[in-house]
């Protein structure tokens, strides 16, 4: 327990920080809140239009989009607040960053992770919960401890599993020596996947993205099962399952992170 309230502590210090420099640029901020709200807003009035034109996507209506956008939006903005250093993996480790990480006392990983607390990311959390709480007045999800529960571990499951793929991505750079790694294409992949119906893609694409890499389980799944739209082949809500990939791909991940920090060389001259 001590060890708990100290790491706890620690954290609870280092996302002040980061919350108090990043109020220190205000229009900065203000201006991350007005271009992500219209990026995403802008993004779900396009599926608007093509829905308005075609019918729906992929066999799925409006209001049902709506509540898929708005869970994933969500989920990347948790992600986003949360892991967004993870991006830059390669350029802590070019640049020697973690020298400093070795000579404190501390899990390398929780060093790394809480090192900068994302304030910025809430810009996108912002249009998301607006579209996500639209999408429930739409699809009538009765508001009970059940739903209320099911949504819970779809958001921290997708947020895992965001989080795992971007860490393992940056991982890679332990190995390769190099800032360049594959997280703009993940990145590009996540909202691909997770915005839209999984049945927009051939069959083949829908075994890669549900068994080998399972970004569909971000919204896809649990969202069909929650709207019962669906015939569930599980004994347990594929929110659950969501829950359970979530944590399985981040502990990978973490044991790729570790992995790699044995690779690690500093940078040198």
């Not at 399952?241 to 790729?256: E, H």
Request: one cysteine or more; hydrophobic letters at 55%.
């Amino acid at each position: 327990m001590k060890a708990i309230r100290y790491y706890t502590s620690v954290a609870a210090i280092s996302i002040r920080q980061s919350i108090q420099s990043r109020l220190e640029y205000p229009f900065m901020l203000t201006g991350h809140v007005l271009a992500n709200c219209i990026q995403w807003v802008v993004g779900f009035a396009t599926i608007k239009f093509v829905v308005d034109q075609f019918g729906s996507i992929g066999g799925w209506g409006y209001e049902s989009l709506a509540f898929l956008y708005g869970m994933s939006v969500l989920s990347h903005g948790l992600a986003v607040v949360l892991f967004i250093q993870t991006w830059g993996l390669g350029y802590w480790m070019i640049d020697g960053e973690f020298d400093r990480f070795l000579l404190r006392p501390m899990g390398l990983l929780f060093q790394f992770l809480f090192d900068d607390f994302n304030l910025i990311g809430f810009t996108d959390i912002i249009p998301g919960l607006m579209v996500f709480v639209y999408g429930c007045i739409k699809v009538d999800l009765p508001l009970t401890f059940t739903n209320i529960l099911l949504i819970f571990c779809t958001l921290v499951g997708g947020t895992l599993i965001r989080g795992a793929v971007w860490l393992f991505c940056g991982s890679m750079s332990f190995w390769t020596k190099s800032a360049a790694n594959f997280t703009d294409m993940v990145g590009e992949l996540f909202e691909r996947v997770s915005m839209y119906p999984l049945t927009i893609y051939p069959k083949w694409a829908q075994a890669l993205f549900t068994f080998l890499l399972p970004l569909a389980w971000i919204t896809f799944w649990p969202v069909k099962d929650m709207l019962g739209t669906g015939t569930a082949v599980v004994p347990v809500p594929l929110a659950v399952i969501t829950l359970a990939v979530g944590l399985l791909l981040f502990a990978g991940s973490c044991a790729v992170f570790r992995a790699g920090m044995g690779k690690y060389e500093s940078a040198g001259s």
